[in-house]
């Protein structure tokens, strides 16, 4: 029996859930939540985001943190596992190469290929060289 496709939602397009863009939207209903979930990571850098926003004012931050917890009712969080080779690998390519991207975005792809995952996001350049991580994008330009 074929495995069924998951994917890993990269923070930018959690963002992009949040604010209803169509595209996004219309793939995560197509696929389903029970098919997508979210990294332990993204949900920090969201986190990071809430207490950003909370510098300009205080209501910010309580919105962004319903915002969060929206997510929470929607898609499963994964934590990170002792596997992290995958990440390592990634690092080590991507030095090699001299194309060093955004940490967080490393390990992302590290624990979607830990996961077998398809990560999803709006930011590709970031992902396409990165060994071993597939990659789609689901906003319409």
Not at 54 to 77: M, Q, S
Request: hydrophobic share 40%.
């Amino acid at each position: 029996m074929p495995k069924t496709k998951r994917y890993l939602l990269d923070t930018n397009i959690l963002i992009d859930f949040l604010n209803e863009v169509p595209s996004v939207v219309n793939h995560v209903l197509q696929v389903g939540t029970h098919r997508c979930c979210i990294s332990v990571i993204s949900l920090h850098e969201l986190y990071i985001g809430a207490y950003l926003a909370r510098e300009r004012k205080e209501e910010y931050f309580a919105r962004e943190l319903a915002k969060i917890n929206t997510l929470l009712e929607y898609f499963t969080v994964l934590s990170l596992t002792t596997k992290g080779e995958e990440y390592a690998h990634i690092k080590y390519t991507l030095r090699k190469k001299g194309q060093l991207v955004d940490e967080f975005d490393m390990v992302i792809a590290g624990h979607a290929v830990s996961e077998g995952l398809t990560v999803v996001t709006d930011n590709l350049k970031h992902f396409e060289n990165m060994p071993g991580v597939k990659v789609e994008n689901w906003m319409d330009r």
